[in-house]
């Protein structure tokens, strides 16, 4: 059955410091994958996508993330968070045209 | 470019009181969505039109009708609101209710059921 599994529920990290938020999906067919990013009191802006041209996918304000089949991963990254990063980011996957959402990951950034 | 328009953006009702969410999106899109977002649940498909004329059930339809009304246009109605229909609502448009189709949403509806 398809699955998004979001692996932390919350990270915090120091202004300045890299960013990792991990995802996890289990699909019988091709993923198709997302990340979005939610900031308070707003809906979900696309950060990404994967669309299997390239297995590393940079996206907005300087986030990038890498698909691995093997490890069946789609991890978020970012080299050096910013106060303006703090908001929820969401992992999806639309492999089977049925869009699958995350639980989200909260990230907070400490100055 | 509004992209995904909801109104209102927050109401309260009492329980069994009726009301219609509405969406609007100015992309030209063929696909939209609604959903209820959670606190710990993600975002789950309450119904979607991949196209003007369609509907189908998502993943928590119970509770609540849709009409696409037009391209543009997608509601989201309750009928008879329960407290555990308090959530907050998100429209969302794609191109087409496919692969690599990003989707474009709406700054939702804050709704509390007293």
């Known amino acids: ?111 | 470019n509004a992209g995904v328009t909801q109104t209102p953006k927050f109401q309260v009702l009492k329980t069994g009181q009726s009301m219609t969410l509405q969406c609007a999106q100015d992309m030209n899109h063929n696909s939209m969505y609604w959903y209820r977002q959670d606190p710990g649940m993600g975002l789950r498909l309450i119904y979607y039109s991949a196209s003007e004329g369609t509907t189908d059930k998502g993943e928590v339809p119970n509770g609540y009708n849709v009409s696409r009304l037009n391209k543009r246009e997608f509601s989201l109605r309750l009928e008879s609101a329960a407290p555990s229909q308090t959530s907050v609502y998100f429209c969302a448009s794609s191109p087409d209710r496919g692969l690599y189709q990003p989707q474009h949403f709406g700054d939702g509806t804050r709704l509390s059921i007293l």
């Open chain 1, 1 to 111: 059955a398809q699955s998004v599994t979001q692996l932390d529920s919350h990270v915090s990290v120091s202004e300045g410091t890299p960013v990792l938020l991990r995802c996890n999906y289990s699909s019988s067919y091709s993923p198709s994958l997302f990340w979005y990013v939610q900031h308070p009191n707003k809906g979900l802006q696309l950060l990404l996508k994967y669309t299997s041209a390239a297995t590393l996918v940079k996206g907005i304000n300087g986030f990038e993330a890498e698909f691995k089949k093997s490890e069946t991963s789609f991890h978020l990254t970012k080299p050096s968070a910013h106060m303006s990063d703090a908001a929820e980011y969401f992992c999806a996957d639309s492999g089977t045209y049925k869009y699958i959402f995350g639980t989200g990951t909260r990230l907070k950034v400490l100055a």
